[in-house]
């Protein structure tokens, strides 16, 4: 077995802003050589069961995931949460709670979008699974339909830019409740792509020393969103802190250009979060 190349441990599928549904996406995986696929939605476990069943036979192992959303100073940061029990109740309600905030977030933009383009509420619900947890990626997807913007990504580089007049944050819990409800529903919790400019603004040395303390297992190093001098820097952090390293392509499907194994995570950083988390089991 190789040591690393086979291992990606961040995907999403159609319950949050993949293009694929939980099945489909466990097919792409196996199609595209993957030993592993951690599918990892927005504040969601609703793809698990799917994913689980689809990818028996199919050569691929799901490791079940989520990516919590969190909010420090009008930034994001997105916490990777392996291996959580999907049953906790707080994580439960949490998650419940996060994906209310997206919708009530993302109708607020919609309104005021509106103001200026034809778009409607409808527009974007089209654009989602029901029960799926709803994002400025969808608000593209109606924008895209509506012929404004050519796709997603000229979508996020206009009226849906930080800057772009219409954005707004919505409430999540701060990285550190984020990473303490991950260890209580025990789960092993990786931060994604800290290199991105949001992530690596907020969170200073301080803060970081407060989410390893908390339990913090692992910083997200090679993914495309992290320039070379924040992979850098933040290689230097793991080490420092002893976190582990994990590389990922954050695949979206259709939905962005990242492809499935662009980036790969370690065998044995696979394992020790295998070792680490105790709220599923990988059968
Ligand atoms: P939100 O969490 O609703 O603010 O939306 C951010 C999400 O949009 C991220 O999770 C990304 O997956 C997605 N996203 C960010 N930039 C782009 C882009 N240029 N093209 C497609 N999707 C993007
Ligand atoms: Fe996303
Ligand atoms: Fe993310
Ligand atoms: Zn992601």
Redesign the pocket.
């Known amino acids: 077995m190789p040591a690393t190349g086979r291992i990606d441990l961040h995907a999403?599928s159609s319950v949050s802003?993949g293009t694929q549904s939980p099945a489909e996406l466990v097919a792409a995986a196996a199609e595209a050589g993957l030993e592993v696929v951690a599918l990892t939605d927005?504040d969601s476990t609703a793809g698990w069961a799917e994913a689980l069943d689809a990818a028996s036979g199919m050569g691929v192992t799901v490791l079940p995931g989520m990516e919590l959303?969190t909010q420090l100073d009008f930034a994001?940061v997105h916490v990777l949460a392996y291996l959580v029990d999907p049953a906790h109740p707080r994580l439960v309600a949490e998650t419940a709670r996060i994906r209310e905030e997206?919708l009530h977030r993302a109708e607020s933009m919609v309104a005021r979008i509106g103001r200026d383009y034809e778009l409607s509420w409808d527009d974007v619900l089209a654009q989602t699974t029901p029960g799926g947890t709803i994002?400025?990626?969808h608000i593209?997807d109606a924008l895209v339909a509506r012929g404004h913007v050519a796709d997603?990504?000229a979508a996020?580089?206009s009226i849906l830019h930080w800057r772009g007049g219409y954005y707004a944050p919505h409430e999540a819990p701060s990285p550190l409740a984020g990473v303490e409800l991950v260890v209580e529903a025990g789960g092993v919790p990786v931060i994604a792509h800290p290199g991105a400019r949001g992530p690596d603004h907020v969170l200073t040395r301080r803060r970081l020393e407060e989410l390893v303390d908390a339990g913090l297992f692992g910083v997200e190093i090679e993914h495309r969103d992290n320039p070379p001098a924040a992979r850098e820097k933040w290689s230097a952090l793991a080490r420092r802190y002893g976190l582990v390293e994990t590389g990922s392509s954050?695949y979206?499907g259709a939905?962005?250009p990242n492809l499935l194994g662009e980036h790969t995570t370690s065998r044995a950083v696979y394992e020790a979060i295998l070792a680490r988390g105790t709220g599923t089991r990988v059968a």
């Open positions: 999403h802003d927005h959303s994001s997206r994002g400025r990626p593209a997603r990504t996020f580089q954050d979206h939905g962005k």
